[in-house]
């Protein structure tokens, strides 16, 4: 008897304990990655004393599950978490909008009167055919007078116009429902954008709570709904002007959450989610020997240098330039660039990039212009950036907007090697380049068992701009890789030579409206029976 008590007592608690508890998180701020985003969220949920199942609605749809973290008062244990799309339906309470929903009873009340019209043009269409058949009968009785005929005839007439304006004004009316019905819909459609998206993602939080009352929560997950990548605008005014550079961001997210005034934090690194501590080891310094690429270490055919660095903690890093009014806080590790942005962002979770500016920049840049007309006959502005590291670019897409005018897209990449930083500004129609090959200073010799072909070209280039440029002009010839085959350069003009690569270079320094020619010439010596496939460029 007394265990039949008990667990008599106990039931009430547990039908209690099991009926869910619902709350709303709300997004407060976001930590995106190239590939993912942390998620700060916040909820407040009115909790009685015992245990509850809280269910939080409104996570994303997509998380990862051992990285959620529920931060509660000190009254309030946790117990579990589990995270699902599926839920009990009617354990949702109602949710609709007062605007959304006053807006769907005027599109039914709408719809309700264009269905009277509808019944009336209808009854009056019956009403027209009634009257035919009375026509078609009356004129098949061969009785009436003719005095009795023309009242019946005036009679039909009358009834007739009097029905046929009356179907004329209800299809007015009813073109006008209508349009009060697109109209309305196009409200709702409207009203449902600017409404707040909600996702399907739910917490399930098992909770035993002390103290019946209000309490805050305070949720943190890592989802992989969430991408960001730098972005550049690019613009010069001329040639003497520095660049200024409009740093930018594209964030995309599809959470199921639309985020509203959220504080955004942009890292260039990928989230970690091992939380193990590291434990150093001794480091030993060792030589790489070349003949242990046979058994399957490195590939490398010389030695390599081991290079020791200080470790450098993590600092605020300083821009160098003049920054506008746009700024984001940026700081720096040993493997990330992180910007904190101060103004609150709204990301709708529609897959679309969102762009978010960080900061803008003068960067003193020296301009030269580049051809190589053996591949392109344009002539290409390029801007090199010395120094740019101090920058903390990354590498992304940039627009470039030069003298007021869109010419494209270039691609920024700062992990070059190299000190100098260039960017391809885009091309100059107005430096005019032509590559012709000389008929005849070339041709074809035929030797004993050998033959014998040269090759000569004028490159001429035109400066059609107002201002002195400086362009810095490519060409080649081909380098042989066969025993029996020579080449000879005969003609550079004054070029810069790599021997062991063929390029040669040119450093002009055109003047307004001036003309230069260069003339390349080389010889090709090959055994007779031979042909190549890729000298006649």
Do not use: C
Not at 35 to 50: D, K
Not at 265 to 282: F, T
Request: hydrophobic share 40%; charged share 25%.
């Amino acid at each position: 008897m007394r265990k039949i008590i008990i667990v008599g007592l106990l039931l009430p608690m547990l039908a209690i304990a099991q009926k869910p508890v619902f709350t709303t998180a709300k997004v407060k701020a976001a930590t995106i990655y190239y590939n993912a985003a942390e998620l700060s969220q916040s909820a407040s949920i009115n909790l009685p004393a015992g245990t509850s199942e809280v269910v939080v609605k409104n996570v994303a749809n997509e998380l990862s599950e051992n990285t959620v973290q529920i931060g509660a008062p000190s009254s309030v244990t946790v117990l579990s978490v589990q995270f699902t799309t599926n839920y009990i339906s009617e354990f949702e309470p109602d949710e609709n909008a007062p605007a959304i929903k006053k807006v769907r009873d005027s599109i039914s009340m709408v719809k309700k009167e264009i269905a009277k019209v509808q019944i009336e043009k209808n009854t009056g269409s019956k009403s027209l055919e009634l009257l035919d058949r009375n026509m078609s009968v009356a004129g098949a009785n061969t009785g009436l007078s003719v005095a009795e005929l023309t009242k019946l005839l005036d009679y039909n007439k009358a009834k007739r116009i009097e029905i046929n304006n009356a179907i004329n004004a209800l299809q007015e009316r009813e073109t006008k429902l209508n349009a009060i019905v697109q109209r309305l819909n196009a409200a709702l459609e409207t009203n449902e954008k600017e409404l707040e998206k909600t996702s399907n993602g739910k917490l399930i939080l098992q909770v035993m709570n002390a103290v019946a009352g209000n309490v805050s929560l305070d949720i943190n997950y890592i989802t992989n709904t969430a991408s960001w990548k730098p972005f550049y605008d690019l613009r010069a005014d001329n040639i003497n002007a520095p660049i200024n550079m409009l740093y930018k961001a594209q964030v995309t997210q599809y959470s199921g959450i639309d985020w509203k005034k959220v504080k955004l934090s942009l890292s260039s690194g990928y989230p970690n989610q091992n939380n193990q501590a590291p434990i150093l080891s001794p480091w030993f310094l060792a030589y790489y020997h070349p003949a242990e690429q046979l058994q399957g270490y490195a590939s490398d055919a010389a030695l390599q240098e081991v290079v020791v660095q200080a470790y450098k903690p993590d600092r605020e890093t300083k821009i160098r330039g003049v920054a506008s009014t746009v700024e984001a806080r940026q700081t720096t590790t040993q493997l990330t660039v992180n910007f904190d942005i101060d103004i609150p962002y709204d990301i709708l979770s529609n897959g679309k990039a969102h762009s978010v500016a960080l900061k803008e920049i003068k960067l003193p840049a020296k301009y030269k212009y580049y051809a190589a007309p053996r591949a392109e006959t344009d002539a290409f502005l390029m801007a090199s950036l010395d120094d740019y590291s101090a920058y903390n670019l990354l590498p992304g897409e940039a627009n470039i907007i030069f003298e007021d005018m869109y010419v494209g897209k270039t691609m920024i990449n700062p992990n070059e090697t190299a000190d100098t930083l260039s960017l391809s500004m885009g091309r100059d129609k107005k430096i005019s380049i032509r590559r012709e090959k000389i008929v005849e200073k070339s041709g074809t010799k035929f030797l004993s068992s050998s033959k014998e072909q040269i090759f000569t070209y004028d490159i001429i280039v035109r400066n059609n701009k107002k201002e002195m440029v400086e362009l810095s002009l490519h060409d080649q010839y081909p380098i042989s890789t066969d025993k029996d085959v020579t080449v000879e350069l005969l003609q550079s003009d004054k070029a810069k030579e790599q021997q062991e690569t063929g390029l040669l270079r040119w450093e002009l320094k055109l003047a307004p409206n001036e003309t230069r020619k260069i003339r390349i010439s080389y010889k090709v010596k090959s055994p007779k029976n031979k042909t190549f496939a890729n000298l006649y460029q």
